[in-house]
């Protein structure tokens, strides 16, 4: 089993910067994919950005450039570096765990998912 917990969120004006963590605890798996996840009311959750076991990064297109995702192994902890942030960023950020990156299809239904942590700006 996995633990996940995220912290970092707030409240930023248009054109601030936010930098999310994840703590990840328990039977860490570093074959697995972390990523972010966000989910506005009245929005489906969408995969934001994750990186994968070999380090590759993905994005989606409308945080590419401001947005970036990193990973310490040692610390088994994620990061999601969030510059020059929009309106339509906020929503709840959620760390995920899975077979599958959260920018690259449905999750796996094997994977861990955290609480969340809010992000609003305004």
């Known amino acids: 089993h996995v633990q996940l917990v995220e912290s970092g969120g707030g409240s930023v004006e248009a054109g601030g910067s936010l930098r999310l963590s994840c703590a990840a605890s328990g039977n860490v798996y570093d074959s697995m994919c972390m990523g972010w996840s966000r989910k506005a009311p009245g929005k489906s959750r969408e995969g934001v950005a994750a990186i994968d076991s070999d380090g590759t990064t993905s994005y989606i297109d409308s945080v590419k450039g401001r947005f970036t995702i990193s990973k310490d192994n040692a610390k088994n902890t994620l990061y999601l570096q969030m510059n020059d942030l929009k309106p339509e960023d906020s929503g709840t950020y959620i760390c995920?765990?899975?077979?599958?990156?959260?920018?690259?299809?449905?999750?796996?239904?094997?994977?861990?998912w955290g609480q969340g942590t809010q992000v609003t700006v305004s």
């Open positions: 995920s765990h899975d077979w599958v990156c959260v920018t690259a299809g449905p999750p796996s239904g094997y994977g861990y």
